[in-house]
């Protein structure tokens, strides 16, 4: 395997820090993500994904004859190193483009430095709908946002009848947007309003929060938190003896989850912004369990197939860029793209459209961690 289909950053070796811009048979992009840290393994299971498929890309000869060259940068989720990894990746690198930046926190951060050199900003692994709301013009996204996976939440809670809910939220921007769209759809939906409890950061609120949440005896929790704080939950309410259908979003690190909770973890639904990546019935998933078995990179996961077909949808506009590549004239292909079927997923980017999909699905925990439908 080549340099330019190496996952770069796997290693924090002073011995790449000099790297400069593309060479001429190159397409060098980037990212910054949680690599190392509390949110390693979602953190580096989207670049993952991608380079899987860059790495078929370049086996078969590139993209108009040049290697593409993905650059991913650690910054263990701290937003500081986020946008220095930012600068370096525009000003020293000189990337195309950015690709997969993670975090919501990283990616409110960085998107502005992105928007003011107009760099595209392509398929940042966060669904925050706070983003989406900043209008900005460099960014594109391949999935659903964390809203279209509540309002799927509370349709499937309308069909069932289920009219005693809670809302369970991180006290933070996320939490907060996540939690307001939930309360719209609910209203929308004619269902009564839910009761509101918010998480503090470090979690040290959950006990009392867990039985204040128990006494209200809802048949349901949406549960809009991230990280250890999801499993804090989940257990300490489980001790109250009560019990309620949990719902989490596709962002939960769910084989930690799992890890932490055993069979408690049971039964817990949670929304996903992709179709299964296990199960064959589409080319999409055909191709990427070959290609997943071919490199003997593990089990199919939702997060590493995410950055699989962000990084599809970025090498057909790459097709259509011709070969002389600029950063204005990928804004301009992505702009002037028609939908794109990536073999059973749409990425639609036509008629000024930035955020490319809206698929949500229903999952649900099983005894053996693993996703049933």
Request: positive net charge; glycine residues 8%.
């Amino acid at each position: 395997m080549t340099l330019s289909a190496t996952l770069l950053c796997i290693t924090s070796s002073p011995s790449w820090a000099q790297e400069r811009r593309s060479a001429p048979n190159e397409i060098h992009i980037g990212g910054s993500s949680a690599l190392s840290g509390a949110l390693q393994n979602i953190g580096s299971a989207f670049p993952k994904g991608a380079q899987l498929y860059f790495d078929a890309v370049n086996a078969a000869g590139g993209v108009n004859g040049r290697q593409i060259k993905y650059t991913v940068l650690d910054d263990a989720y701290v937003v500081d190193r986020s946008i220095a990894n930012m600068n370096r990746l525009i000003e020293q690198d000189e990337v195309l483009s950015l690709f997969g930046m993670f975090g919501t926190p990283n990616v409110l951060a960085t998107l502005p430095i992105a928007e003011r050199q107009r760099v595209p900003y392509f398929a940042p692994s966060t669904g925050a709908n706070q983003i989406r709301d900043l209008n900005a013009k460099m960014l594109f996204t391949t999935a659903a946002s964390y809203g279209d996976e509540a309002a799927r939440m509370v349709a499937y809670l309308a069909q069932l009848g289920v009219d005693r809910t809670a809302i369970v939220y991180q006290n933070n921007s996320t939490g907060q947007t996540t939690r307001k769209v939930t309360v719209e759809k609910l209203r929308d939906s004619n269902l009564p309003a839910a009761k509101e409890f918010a998480v503090e950061l470090n979690g040290s609120n959950i006990p009392d929060l867990a039985k204040a949440v128990a006494k209200e005896d809802p048949s349901a929790i949406f549960l809009f938190t991230f990280g250890k704080l999801t499993g804090d939950f989940v257990k300490t309410y489980a001790a109250t003896g009560q019990r309620a259908q949990i719902f989490v979003l596709s962002i939960a690190d769910v084989a930690a989850l799992y890890k932490e909770l055993g069979l408690k973890s049971r039964g817990i639904i949670v929304t996903q912004n992709l179709p299964p990546p296990w199960v064959a019935n589409t080319p999409l998933v055909k191709e990427y369990i070959r290609l997943l078995g071919d490199a003997a990179k593990g089990r199919p996961d939702y997060i590493h197939f995410w950055g699989f077909v962000s990084a599809k949808a970025f090498v057909e506009l790459l097709r259509k860029s011709g070969k002389n590549l600029s950063r204005d004239g990928l804004i301009a292909t992505i702009k002037a793209s028609r939908p794109m079927d990536l073999g059973g997923y749409i990425v639609d980017f036509s008629g000024g459209r930035q955020h490319g999909a809206k698929y949500v699905d229903i999952t649900m925990l099983g005894a053996d961690g693993l996703f049933i439908r």
